[in-house]
């Protein structure tokens, strides 16, 4: 494990190095057309197998050399958002809590228990919700290629189990930068702690935070199984992750090229989709043998503690708004 932490560690410096300088590693062919696709999870996460699927016929059908970097090598999901604007990355697998400091119509996928199911969820991304945050990205600087899910999100610590609400009081919970993540952790009685993900494990290991919230496959993946062993499913929000492309990349390919990085997306949404759900399953069972507890969480209650966040932030989404359910 320090083998990997150390080895880990080398890379990212090495990395944020390179992105201080202005520099992201291009790996070119003979004629200088390549395709990096960017991502923070490790080689075992579906989204990164997926990722590699996704490059390989991407080097069939363009030509191009396609590559993947995870681990967060080429930077952090902010630092990536960037690069592709300024036409610097080709592709990145992101988070929409990354997203809604460009426009705050953006954070509505991050907004608590704001889908019941993978269904609807699902629906929802591929239907008009789904065209409605294309174009707002599009106006960005980005082009969405697809939805990939990355599991409920719930909170897991190093110090006991969460059955209720009251349960977070004084707990440390490490938080993604959004702010309405930030807010309704707040209200729930944690203290909301924003840290990057490469940091969330010396963060619990050390006791920066007690806990944080994720999928039961990023608990694991992560290691985080290994220093927090509580593990309570509160199922407050989707992990949703949508593929991005430079909109200054993609605008610059021919017609088919553009046909196929598209294509290649919509393959690589449905394909990582029935990934995620074997992938929860199977570190469901390894985390359990590894012996971390899992409890079910009194979501009704959680809910209705989360009102008030829908109270502030409903008027944030303006005509995306009717999109949200009433708590």
């Known amino acids: 494990m320090r083998d990997y932490l150390l080895s880990r560690r080398k890379l990212l410096i090495l990395a944020a190095a390179s992105a201080a300088a202005g520099y992201v590693p291009r790996l070119a062919l003979a004629d200088g057309q390549t395709i990096r696709i960017g991502d923070v999870v490790d080689r075992h996460n579906p989204e990164v197998i997926t990722e590699n699927v996704m490059a390989k016929k991407l080097k069939e059908s363009t030509g191009f050399d396609a590559r993947v970097f995870p681990d967060g090598v080429l930077g952090s999901h902010t630092r990536m958002n960037e690069q592709l ?9 992101t988070n929409v809590a990354d997203l809604e400091g460009y426009d705050k119509r ?91 993900t490469t940091q969330i494990y010396s963060a ?16 694991v993946q992560q290691h985080h ?29 021919d017609p088919k090229q553009r046909d196929a990085v598209k294509q290649a997306g919509a393959e690589a949404q449905q394909h990582e989709r029935e990934l995620w759900m074997a992938s929860d399953a199977k570190y469901l069972s390894e985390a359990k043998k590894n012996g971390a507890a899992f409890n079910d969480a009194n979501i009704p209650a959680f809910r ?24």
């Open 225 to 253: 199984s290994e220093v927090a062993k509580y593990y309570s499913y509160t199922n407050h929000f989707f992990s949703i992750d949508p593929m991005l492309a430079s909109k200054k990349w993609f605008d610059a390919l």
């Open 106 to 196: 953006l954070g509505l996928f991050a907004m608590p228990f704001a889908f019941p199911d993978r269904k609807s969820l699902f629906a929802a991304q591929d239907g008009a919700l789904g065209q409605a945050y294309a174009g707002i990205l599009d106006k960005l600087g980005f082009v969405l290629l697809g939805w990939f899910d990355s599991g409920q999100r719930s909170v897991y610590n190093r110090t006991r189990a969460v059955h209720e609400p009251d349960d977070l009081k004084g707990l440390k919970v490490r938080t993604q930068g959004n702010q309405i993540m930030i807010a309704t952790f707040n209200q729930l009685g944690a203290q909301a702690t924003p840290l990057d």
């Open 204 to 219: 619990l290991q050390q006791g920066v935070v007690d806990g944080a919230e994720n999928s039961v496959t990023f608990f």
């Open 85 to 93: 604007r300024n036409g610097t990355l080709e592709i990145t697998v």
């Open 304 to 327: 209705t503690a989360v009102k008030p966040i829908y109270a502030k932030y409903r008027s944030n989404f303006a005509e995306l708004a009717t999109y949200l359910p009433d708590l």
